[in-house]
């Protein structure tokens, strides 16, 4: 049994799990999963008693419990620091820090139009109001940094920020977002990486998009 237990969702929808699984694959640390229930119908019994939140990722280590994605990539930052979590550069890393911030705190028409389903293909929804602002601001952000660090991750090397938007990468994909070819070509960047193949390799197909007890 390992010291590290990461307290997930069904893998071809939470989309916060991934940002949660994506730091201790990077940090390369054995860890021990515990998949709950959110599809169909969520296991809030589980939950409730597996996480201090009610929440996943939730990252048990040792007696401590990291209930956050964001706060799961700092620590695994802290403990691994040699892996490079975060650009070296100061400013790199500030501008690191922001764009993740901005994808956890914000995007809430996205992630209600384009749920995450990896396996999913829907149709393309009416992209206008707050969607459209959503996704041309990601648009903005991802051609930013690829132009001013030129790839082929956000920050030149694989960093947190990459693992924060992973997830949009598959509602990109599900909804057939149209994308300029540098993006296309971050998206399958992204969608190659051998850490985020794992997780494609083991979300069931057959988790529904949408939970049905909401
Ligand atoms: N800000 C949190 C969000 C976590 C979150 O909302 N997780 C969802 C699953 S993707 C969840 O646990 N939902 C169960 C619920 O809300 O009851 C993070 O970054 O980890």
Known sequence: MS???????NKNNSTWSLRGYLPLKLAGVEFDEILVSLRPYL????LDELTPAGKVPTLKHGENYIWDSLAICEYCADLYPEKGF???DIN??????CVSAEMHSGFAALRNAMSMAIHGKFDRPDISGDLKSDIDRIVDIWSECLDKYEGPYLFGDYSIADMMYAPVVFRFRSYQVELPIALQEYCKTIANHPDVKDWIDDADPNDPAEPLDR
């Open 3 to 9: 010291d590290f237990t990461l307290i997930i969702g």
């Open 43 to 46: 296991d809030r019994e589980r």
């Open 86 to 88: 975060w650009p070296e």
């Open 92 to 97: 790199m890393r500030a501008h690191a820090r």
